[in-house]
């Protein structure tokens, strides 16, 4: 009996490119995995319409409706869980979860950050990389824990930086290497490759 593929739940706030390069690779056959959702906090993000147009449930959960994030938290869990998703994945979701959302998937949420964590965590990574002077940068996929870009490493990809680089060039020539990386991190979860010993994620040969 065939194993049963992973539903995704994918979080997006914005443009939605990641989601994108999602899409298009579940559609190439590249990721073995269905996307059951798509969520958005944000009632313009054209990450809703990417969705639509791919015909995939999309909902926007508005935080601005909710009086605070427990109960806004608890909306996301009840339309992934409704949605039997099995993975859920951050795709530009601009909202740092709480150890209530993180706890009610354990394991089983995934990030990408504009980055090389742990250096130069949060919301502004591009602008802070920039201020502080370092000759690479790139982009980092890692377990989410309960802490703010903390989880475990699974894989990173690195870019120069630039002497007239801006946020902007900087950013897109790291997105480029987002699109690449994040669709082989899902389906290294989905192919039930990714072991994770404490801080360490180990990548296992593909199963014969």
């Not at 909710?66 to 949605?83: G, I």
Request: aromatic share 6%.
């Amino acid at each position: 009996m065939a194993e049963q593929k992973q539903r995704l739940g994918i979080l997006a706030s914005g443009r939605g490119t990641d989601l994108q390069s999602i899409i298009d690779a579940v559609a190439r056959d590249e990721i073995h995995a269905d996307i059951a959702i798509v969520l958005s906090d944000n009632p313009d993000a054209y990450a809703i319409e990417r969705a639509k147009k791919a015909g995939i449930q999309a909902v926007c959960v508005n935080r601005k409706e909710y009086a605070d994030r427990k109960s806004f938290e608890e909306v996301l869990v009840k339309e992934l869980r409704d949605a039997g998703v099995t993975l859920v994945v951050l795709a530009g979701f601009m909202r740092i979860l709480t150890p209530y959302f993180v706890r009610s998937f354990p394991g089983h949420i995934l990030n990408i950050h504009p980055a090389l964590l742990p250096s130069f965590p949060g919301a502004h990574a591009h602008r802070d990389v920039l201020a502080y002077g370092v000759k690479i940068s790139g982009c980092t996929v890692h377990f989410v824990d309960e802490g703010t870009d903390s989880g475990p490493i699974i894989a990173q990809r690195s870019v120069p930086v630039l002497d007239d680089d801006t946020e902007e060039t900087l950013g897109a020539r790291v997105l480029i290497q987002e699109h690449m990386l994040y669709p082989q991190v899902i389906e290294l979860f989905c192919g039930g490759r990714l072991q994770v010993e404490g801080r360490h994620v180990r990548i296992l040969p593909p199963k014969k």
